[in-house]
């Protein structure tokens, strides 16, 4: 499939502080500014209505064709630009990140870098963001040797080696040596600028590999794994700890569908799922800026939301925008979220998860203590009052409530890594005090959950139905993957739920209708959980073939056409590349088998 026309063919850059899309012509279509929750200056993806632009582009005369991949473990893009008369050029993508005086120097930044290849390419040099969600072009004002947009709340510099004129106008122009771009923060740059892109670009490139250096990696499956792994990675917000689900809003599940949404925020399920599957890499740096996430928004009585802002925020209300048509003009654009007024319980068990290894790692330099578990216990009380206390679950319906099985397992999860958590401490009343509320909440989910008639758990104590959630029962330790209840429960899910090389969530209505394309991380969870069941040859099977539908550069958004294998849903998509990461490395052959 041409690269040009298959859906998503996006790459990401980012440092930790923001994250900016780039498209399969080297092409900035999206980027919030300063961080991932901002006004999107970069916002051509979601079509803006009014003015042209929202972009920062190369635009290459008589352009024939494009190749575009990551440099080896770095969160580094290069594209290459070919015309129809043998020109070519050369783009390096990338947002600085380098450790410096005892930090990480992380700006708001999109350095770029353009050099000749071949034959004499003749370019425009597009830098076009706007403001306001694409509403308004934003002043600009223009000097020597850099050009100023005014964007609400942030002022955005562009420094460069070409001439403004060129940049200003638009104009287009032969390319005959090396250009260099720093598009940032309102600070001069007072050193040569391809001095500082050539050392930003050496720095950039040894952190990541070195970052990468580090990861426990499968024997197979390795540049997809490392390329899963920068990308969540990609998608912390350092300032916080905050981890969002996705860079984009409003990317619809499927073609033309109202199922859209924002996800530029921080869902305290998908970002404890990071977690753990960053920490089975070894990468448990995330974890800790995760909990010091958690500990700034926990309250006293241990009540969660779903989801926060990256800044704490805890209002998130969701309205249309009406500046832009959508991706491919399919609206409406959301801003926000509504799922923030939700109840879904699951959440204690999710952060309880998260921060377990906390308290069995070694390597930590601040591992857990007594006091930090005195912080987590009331979120695993909160747990244990809610546990069969209806609520959105976590598909987030916002039309019905029910005691959802998974609710129901993530809370004994709380409750029973508290135990072991407290047995690990030394802590023997608070040890049995967690032991017989996880021992309480299993078997009543056990009794509610199971439908003997038809041989399966159900997806809610007053439902018959499945969902995709079910095969994660195993994987929690809530039932062992050898019971004949859990195996019998991922055959039935494979019956109903599995369509071609992908899974449904759910094929029950809900309040938008009935899904039409599979959701990612569901197939990967059925992947794990074969392999857990003993069906290794066909979990294996399907991986390969789920992999072959991620896009050119190796990356996942939340949802997948069961006829195409396109990509759908809000991207790059934290849940996904979990998943493809937990399958993985259950899937792999050991390293003492190659050795």
């Not at 998503?8 to 780039?22: D, E, K, P, T, Y």
């Not at 350095?111 to 034959?119: A, E, F, N, Q, Y």
């Not at 959508?326 to 109840?343: D, H, T």
């Not at 857990?368 to 909160?382: I, K, N, Q, S, V």
Request: hydrophobic letters at 40%.
């Amino acid at each position: 499939m041409d690269v040009n026309e298959a859906n998503l063919q996006l790459g990401v850059i980012g440092n930790g502080s923001f994250g900016a899309l780039v498209d399969a012509r080297g092409r900035v279509v999206w980027g919030c500014l300063p961080a991932f929750d901002g006004d999107p200056a970069f916002c051509a993806l979601l079509s803006p209505r009014v003015h042209e632009g929202g972009d920062f582009g190369v635009e290459l005369e008589d352009f024939s064709h494009a190749e575009q991949a990551y440099l080896p473990n770095t969160a580094m893009l290069r594209t290459v630009l070919h015309d129809s008369r043998g020109g070519s050029l050369e783009i390096l993508d990338f947002a600085p990140r380098w450790k410096q005086n005892s930090r990480v120097y992380r700006p708001v930044s999109i350095v770029r870098r353009i050099v000749p290849l071949s034959g004499s390419p003749r370019i425009r040099l597009l830098v076009r963001p706007l403001a306001d969600w694409g509403a308004r072009a934003p002043e600009h004002t223009w000097g020597s040797n850099h050009m100023r947009w005014l964007l609400p709340g942030f002022t955005l510099r562009l420094t460069t080696d070409a001439p403004v004129r060129f940049v200003r106008d638009s104009l287009p122009f032969t390319l005959t040596h090396r250009l260099h771009l720093v598009l940032g923060p309102d600070e001069p740059l007072n050193r040569s600028i391809a001095g500082y892109v050539e050392e930003a670009a050496g720095r950039t490139q040894e952190y990541w590999r070195e970052w990468v250096r580090y990861l426990s990696i499968p024997l197979e499956w390795q540049e997809a794994v490392i390329r899963s792994a920068i990308t969540l990675k990609l998608c912390q917000y350092e300032d916080s700890g905050a981890i969002i689900a996705a860079m984009t809003t409003s990317i619809p599940e499927a073609p033309g569908t109202s199922r859209n949404w924002d996800y530029r925020y921080c869902w305290l399920r998908d970002a404890a799922f990071v977690v753990r599957a960053l920490n089975r890499l070894g990468a448990t740096r995330s974890m800790e800026e995760f909990l010091r996430y958690i500990f700034n928004i926990a309250t006293t009585d241990g009540s969660l939301q779903p989801l926060y802002g990256i800044g704490f925020e805890d209002r998130l209300d969701e309205h249309e925008v009406e500046s832009l048509a959508g991706y491919r003009g399919m609206g409406p654009v959301r801003r926000g979220n509504l799922a923030w007024v939700q109840k879904q319980h699951d959440v204690y068990g999710s952060v309880v998860l998260a921060s377990t290894q906390l308290f069995f790692d070694q390597r930590l330099v601040d591992p857990g203590d007594a006091h930090t578990f005195a912080r987590l216990e009331p979120l695993g009380e909160r747990a244990f009052a809610l546990y069969d206390v209806p609520d959105a679950g976590l598909w987030e319906f916002r039309g019905r409530a029910e005691v959802h099985t998974y609710t129901a397992a993530m809370c004994w999860a709380a409750c029973d890594r508290l135990a072991k958590i407290a047995v690990r401490l030394g802590l023997d009343e608070r040890a049995g005090h967690w032991r017989t509320r996880a021992d309480t909440i299993r078997q009543a989910t056990l009794t509610r959950a199971w439908r003997p008639e038809v041989g399966h758990f159900s997806a809610s104590f007053e439902s018959h139905y499945l969902d995709a959630s079910l095969l994660l029962l195993s994987d929690l330790g809530f039932v062992a993957a050898n019971d004949p209840r859990f195996v019998s429960t991922v055959e039935a899910i494979g019956r109903e739920l599995r369509h071609r090389d992908g899974m449904f969530r759910y094929v029950a209505p809900d309040d938008f209708g009935t899904p039409e394309t599979s959701f990612t991380i569901c197939t990967f969870w059925y992947i794990d959980a074969l392999a857990a069941i003993g069906r290794m040859d066909q979990a294996r099977d399907l991986f390969e073939r789920v992999l072959a539908h991620r896009n050119h550069l190796g990356l996942l958004s939340e949802d997948m056409s069961f006829e195409d294998g396109q990509g759908w849903g809000n991207f790059p998509q934290t849940y996904s590349h979990v998943g493809l990461i937990i399958a993985a490395t259950r899937l792999s052959r050991s390293w003492q088998e190659a050795s």
